[in-house]
């Protein structure tokens, strides 16, 4: 192996464990900049045996979380023929390590209200090719792990009322019969990158689920008006009971509900 960084200034910006870790990845491995950092993960733009990549380093948090490394990893291999998700080149489940190649791209377009010309057609588009998928047959739920998971950790009785509020609103938004779905699970502009079409990235909560959470997601977090609604649906080509707007702002609802869960559990944790 061969481990290189670009520089004294870009070497402050690397974890040193982290540069003791990727020793393990046959060939070599150039770590060039951070990209970014969480409670959970390191992830940084590098070079793996000469082609451009993103390397992903676990924090010891993310084994305390209801995530499963091998099922992202399988995930993204049974949809690699759909060109919606980056091609998985290294995995170390045990080390904690994940190597995709990098897609260049960019994220400006969903940062903004503005949208050129057929942009959530092409995005409704996407989604709706990831929700038509069949679903894995050895696919993990991990929404609903995750969320036993949190309700394990949301002891105090304020928490505990924010989490049957939640799970209540859950459980109500199921009722209408709709058949779950391969979802992403949390689509939100820093997960979009745009290269003559859309591309998901971060694909660590993946997994079934009602396919409103990714719809609702994508609403809330590139604040659609009613019109970029329509254009979305449009091209989802799917019912238009899924793009009711009182339904979907009772998806917001929740999803503003697990945001909180969520950002309490993960400081438990840590």
Not at 13 to 34: A, F, H, N, V
Not at 231 to 238: H, M, T, V
Request: overall charge positive; some cysteine; hydrophobic content about 40%.
């Amino acid at each position: 192996y061969l481990v290189s960084v670009c520089g004294v200034k870009c070497l402050k910006r690397i974890m040193q464990s982290d540069l003791e870790r990727i020793k393990s990845i046959p060939g070599k491995c150039i770590l060039e900049r951070e990209l970014s950092a969480s409670s959970i993960s390191n992830v940084y733009l590098g070079i793996l045996n000469d082609v451009k990549a993103v390397i992903r380093v676990d924090l010891l948090v993310a084994s305390r979380l209801a995530i499963d490394r091998q099922h992202e990893v399988n995930l993204l291999m049974d949809i690699s023929h759909l060109d919606l998700a980056p091609k998985v080149l290294y995995s170390d489940i045990a080390a904690g390590i994940l190597v995709w190649k990098y897609i260049s791209g960019t994220q400006s377009l969903f940062t903004g209200k503005k949208f050129k010309a057929n942009d959530l057609y092409q995005l409704g588009s996407c989604l709706y090719s990831l929700h038509s998928h069949p679903i894995p047959k050895n696919s993990i739920d991990i929404f609903s792990n995750s969320m036993s998971l949190y309700q394990s950790l949301l002891v105090d009785s304020s928490e505990k009322i924010l989490f049957k509020k939640a799970l209540n609103l859950y459980n109500e938004l199921l009722q209408d019969a709709t058949n779950k779905v391969l979802s992403h699970n949390d689509l939100h502009p820093g997960n979009l990158l745009w290269n003559k079409k859309c591309y998901f990235l971060d694909w660590e909560y993946s997994g079934v689920n009602h396919p409103c959470f990714d719809i609702a997601s994508l609403v809330k977090s590139l604040k659609l008006n009613k019109s970029q609604i329509k254009e979305l649906s449009n091209g989802y080509k799917s019912r238009s009971n899924l793009f009711q707007i009182d339904t979907l702002n009772q998806w917001i609802d929740f999803i503003e509900y697990l945001e909180e869960i969520w950002k309490i559990s993960v400081a438990k944790v840590s």
